[in-house]
Every structure is written in C-alpha cells, then in structure tokens.
C-alpha cells in the first residue's frame, strides 16, 4: 500500500502539473516508476483542478517562452537538426493580439535566427504595416523551427514532431487572431487537408482565437497577382480587430 504524500510534497507537484497545464501541456510522457511515485502523481492529478479554458492566461509570459525555448534545447528531435545553423524560436510581442505562423525558416532566417527576415519577411512586413500596424505589434513563428534543406516543405512527422512547441507559444501568447501563412501552417493548425482556394476567405475557431489562413508571402513573390486576395483576406482581420489602413503619404 504506497504511503500518502505529505500535504507540502502534494502542494509542489500540483504546483508543478498546474504550471505546464498553463503552458497548454495536458499529456506527459513518464518513465517506468514505482508504485508509490505512481499513486503520488496520480493523487496530484486527481487533486488538480481541470483547466477552464482553452487557453489559459499566463501571468509571466517572457518567462513561459523562455521554459519553451529551454524545453527545446539543442534539439535533434526530427532530421531537420542535421542541416541547420540555428533554431529560429518566433519573434515580437508577447501581447499580440495578432500572431502569423509560417511552415519554417530559410536560408537567410536560418542564418539569423529569426522568422522572416528574408524576401518574404520584406513583404510581410510590408503586409503588417499595411494593416496599420510594427513588426515589433505582432507575434511571428513557424510550424517547425528548423530550415528544411533546400527550403523543402516540411514533411508531416517532421510538423509532428516540432509543432507541439508552436502550440505552446500560441498558448503563452494567447492572440486573439492568428493568420495561417500558406498550406502547410494551415494544414498543421487545423488539421484539415484542403487547396488554399477552399482554405482562405473564411474564420476558423481555434482554441479559443479566430483564424484566418491566407498565401504564404514566399508564394506571392512568385505570383503576385494573389496579392489582392491576400489583401482581403488582411482586411478580414483587419476589421475584426478594429485595424485602420494607414493613410497614405501625400504625393509631392
Ligand atoms: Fe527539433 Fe523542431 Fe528543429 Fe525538428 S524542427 S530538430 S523538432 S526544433
């Protein structure tokens, strides 16, 4: 018969399951243990109360991000650690009411350490403030944090392995709108396997945020000419979130 937890031990470990259910971790992967270690967690959990929302606030938010970024370390999880020069985490407010989730780092990004600061980061800047708003307003990351060589797209275990870390910035943050760039982001958040035509032009609820996917600002430098849908699908958000359209310079 497992003796009962101390009510101070029992206080530290629900502590501890309550803090990553606030970082929106619900499932633990444990090690082989006794049975007194197994009827301590289990009495833990059991005690803990159930998380109330989806996505639960976090007081300390840089500090969340850093246990994130800790939590992945050096890591070789997928193959996609073989090629890379950095792990490129996310970038921007830890406020955001508007967060964009790209499918992975570039050559230039890979470089840097930061989403988006190639040709396509151009462009979606260009994008963010079209919307009236700073790069630095908005959160920006990727669906895996590593370059997939020659910028492949990612492949599904390589999104399945890394996307959990995407879902807890997401979770941290807590935005109230997030934009899917491209199919990939698109796919992986919403698990849904559609053509960008059916994707776009529409809300999506997710955990609590609304969603908007829209094309991948890599994809419009090669066409272009969905600039303008991309544009109504910027001013859908736009709208919902009570954004302006900066007014435009006076011409000389
Ligand atoms: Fe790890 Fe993600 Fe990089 Fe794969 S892509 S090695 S899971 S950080």
Redesign the pocket.
């Known amino acids: 018969m497992p003796k009962p937890l101390d009510p101070a031990t029992k206080k530290q470990l629900a502590a501890r399951v309550n803090y990553y259910r606030d970082m929106g971790i619900y499932d633990f992967y444990r090690r082989p243990v006794d049975g007194e270690s197994a009827a301590a967690i289990e009495a833990v959990e059991t005690d803990s109360e159930p998380p109330q929302s989806p996505l639960p606030v976090i007081q300390d938010k840089p500090a969340a991000l850093r246990t994130i970024r800790e939590d ?1 370390g050096d ?4 193959r ?2 073989q090629g ?1 020069k950095n ?1 490129v985490f996310g970038v921007g407010s830890v406020n955001a009411d508007l967060m964009f989730v790209g499918e992975g780092p570039g050559a230039d990004e890979d470089e840097q350490g930061e989403p988006f600061v190639g040709r396509a980061g151009q462009l979606l800047n260009n994008m963010i403030s079209a919307m009236g708003l700073r790069r630095e307003d908005v959160y920006i990351a990727n669906v ?3 370059r997939p060589p020659g910028n492949r797209t990612p492949e599904k275990d ?1 999104c399945d ?2 996307s959990p ?1 995407l879902m807890r910035q997401i979770a941290v943050i807590r935005p109230k709108v997030i934009v899917a760039l491209g199919a990939v982001a698109a796919k992986n958040l919403l698990a849904m396997n559609d053509s960008m035509a059916n994707l776009r032009g529409r809300w999506y609820d997710f955990r609590g945020a609304k969603l908007a996917v829209t094309y991948h600002p890599a994809y419009l430098l090669r066409d272009p000419r969905q600039k303008k849908e991309t544009w109504k699908d910027l001013q859908m958000v736009m709208k919902y979130l009570g954004l302006k359209a900066p007014a435009k310079e006076p011409q000389e």
């Not at 890591?75 to 997928?78: A, K, L, S």
């Open positions: 992945i890591c070789t999880r997928c996609l650690h890379r792990i895996v944090k590593c390589e392995t890394c870390f």
